[in-house]
Antibody, heavy 120, light 108 residues
Framework: QITLKESGPSLVKPTQTLTLTCTFS??????????VGWIRQPPGKALEWVAL???????RYSPALKNRLSIIKDTSKNQVVLIMTNMDPLDTATYFC????????????WGQGALVTVSS | SFELTQPPSVSVSPGQTATITCSGD??????VCWYQQKPGQSPVMVIY?????PSGIPERFSGSISGNGNTAFLTISGTQAVDEADYYC?????????FGPGTKVTVL
């Protein structure tokens, strides 16, 4: 059974750096075709793709956010970390991590999401 | 930049067919996925690679692509009250992923 869970601060101040961790089980990020992505959703608004890392360490970032993002995997801990710098109130959102399979070309399983509020 | 367009809302009577559109340039070459999201829950994939259903998704959900290749369709046949949710399309373009703005399906 595949599960993913997001963890990190629920509140950050403007200009601070956000670090979110996705801890997963039921699959390995060393298996060909596997990826873990981050998608966010501001309250009451649509999904927005943020970043993706593949089994081979290939990394993809949203063009709108790429200058502020880093995505890292730790296969020994079954974790993927998202780092977002210079946080702004507009970054307030629920952040989901999700399991991606190349053969599906999309996100097959999602975590429960973590709400991050940016406020002073 | 690549964008996907969806109608904000679709209304359907129980037992009838709901059709949601997702439009984007040359969508036929980008493999569309569809997700269902109910209030307070995480999204669930209901269609991948334009037309395929993941395991566990009811047969009443189906996907297709228009003849001109610029519009993808999610069809819910025999719509049930439990299908009331937001639906998002998603596609891959130029090494990034894009989600549509979402369509709220209301079962009246």
């Amino acid at each position: 059974q595949i599960t993913l869970k997001e963890s990190g601060p629920s509140l950050v101040k403007p200009t601070q750096t956000l670090t979110l961790t996705c801890t997963f089980s039921g699959f390995s990020l060393t298996t060909s075709g596997v990826g873990v992505g981050w998608i966010r959703q501001p309250p009451g608004k649509a999904l927005e793709w943020v970043a993706l890392i593949y089994w081979d360490d290939d990394r993809r970032y949203s063009p709108a956010l790429k200058n502020r993002l880093s995505i890292i995997k730790d296969t020994s801990k079954n974790q993927v970390v998202l780092i977002m710098t210079n946080m702004d109130p507009l970054d307030t959102a629920t952040y989901f991590c999700a399991h991606r399979l190349t053969e599906y070309r999309g996100y097959v399983r999602w975590g429960q999401g973590a709400l991050v509020t940016v406020s002073s | 930049s690549f964008e996907l367009t969806q109608p904000p809302s679709v209304s359907v009577s129980p037992g009838q067919t709901a059709t949601i559109t997702c439009s984007g340039d040359q969508l036929q070459y980008k493999y569309v996925c569809w997700y269902q999201q109910k209030p307070g829950q995480s999204p669930v994939m209901v269609i991948y690679e334009d037309t395929k259903r993941p395991s566990g998704i009811p047969e009443r959900f189906s996907g297709s692509i228009s003849g001109n290749g610029n519009t993808a369709f999610l069809t819910i046949s025999g719509t049930q009250a439990v299908d009331e949710a937001d639906y998002y399309c998603q596609a891959w373009d130029s090494n990034t992923e894009v989600f549509g703005p979402g369509t709220k399906v209301t079962v009246l």
